[in-house]
């Protein structure tokens, strides 16, 4: 079983920046691809972005290209998410998550193995 653990969630201003991590724990995650994820009031949960096992790859959907970045520590465990010139419409609750077995980053978003239970940034304006 994994333990996915999210962190760096707060209030932050338009135009701001928060890094957002998470730590795993409760087995090795080698060949999996992590990812973020965002659920913001009276919407469906969307897919953010994802990272290979190397971190070589990398995946960003366009909502986010440009001002958002995955990246991941495989000694430490953790997967981060560096996001820059937040605006209001990216509050929401950000989920970490692992999916094994698969080829292409994008196929995360239809299904992961393992959730977080999530941090919540908001955005004022």
């Known amino acids: 079983q994994v333990q996915l653990v999210e962190s760096g969630g707060g209030l932050v201003q338009a135009g701001g920046s928060l890094r957002l991590s998470c730590a795993a724990s409760?087995?090795?995650?080698?060949?999996?691809?992590m990812g973020w994820f965002r659920q913001a009031p009276g919407k469906e949960r969307e897919f953010l972005a994802a990272v290979s096992w190397s971190g070589g790859s990398t995946y960003h959907a366009d909502s986010v290209k440009g001002r958002f970045t995955i990246s991941r520590d495989n000694a430490r465990n953790t997967v981060s998410l560096q996001m820059n010139s937040l605006k209001p419409e990216d509050t929401a609750v950000y989920y970490c998550?692992?999916?094994?077995?698969?080829?292409?980053?994008?196929?995360?978003?239809?299904?992961?193995?393992?959730w977080g239970k999530g941090t919540l940034v908001t955005v004022s304006s």
């Open positions: 409760g087995r090795t995650l080698t060949n999996y691809v």
């Open positions: 998550a692992a999916k094994g077995g698969i080829y292409y980053l994008s196929q995360m978003k239809n299904g992961v193995d393992y």
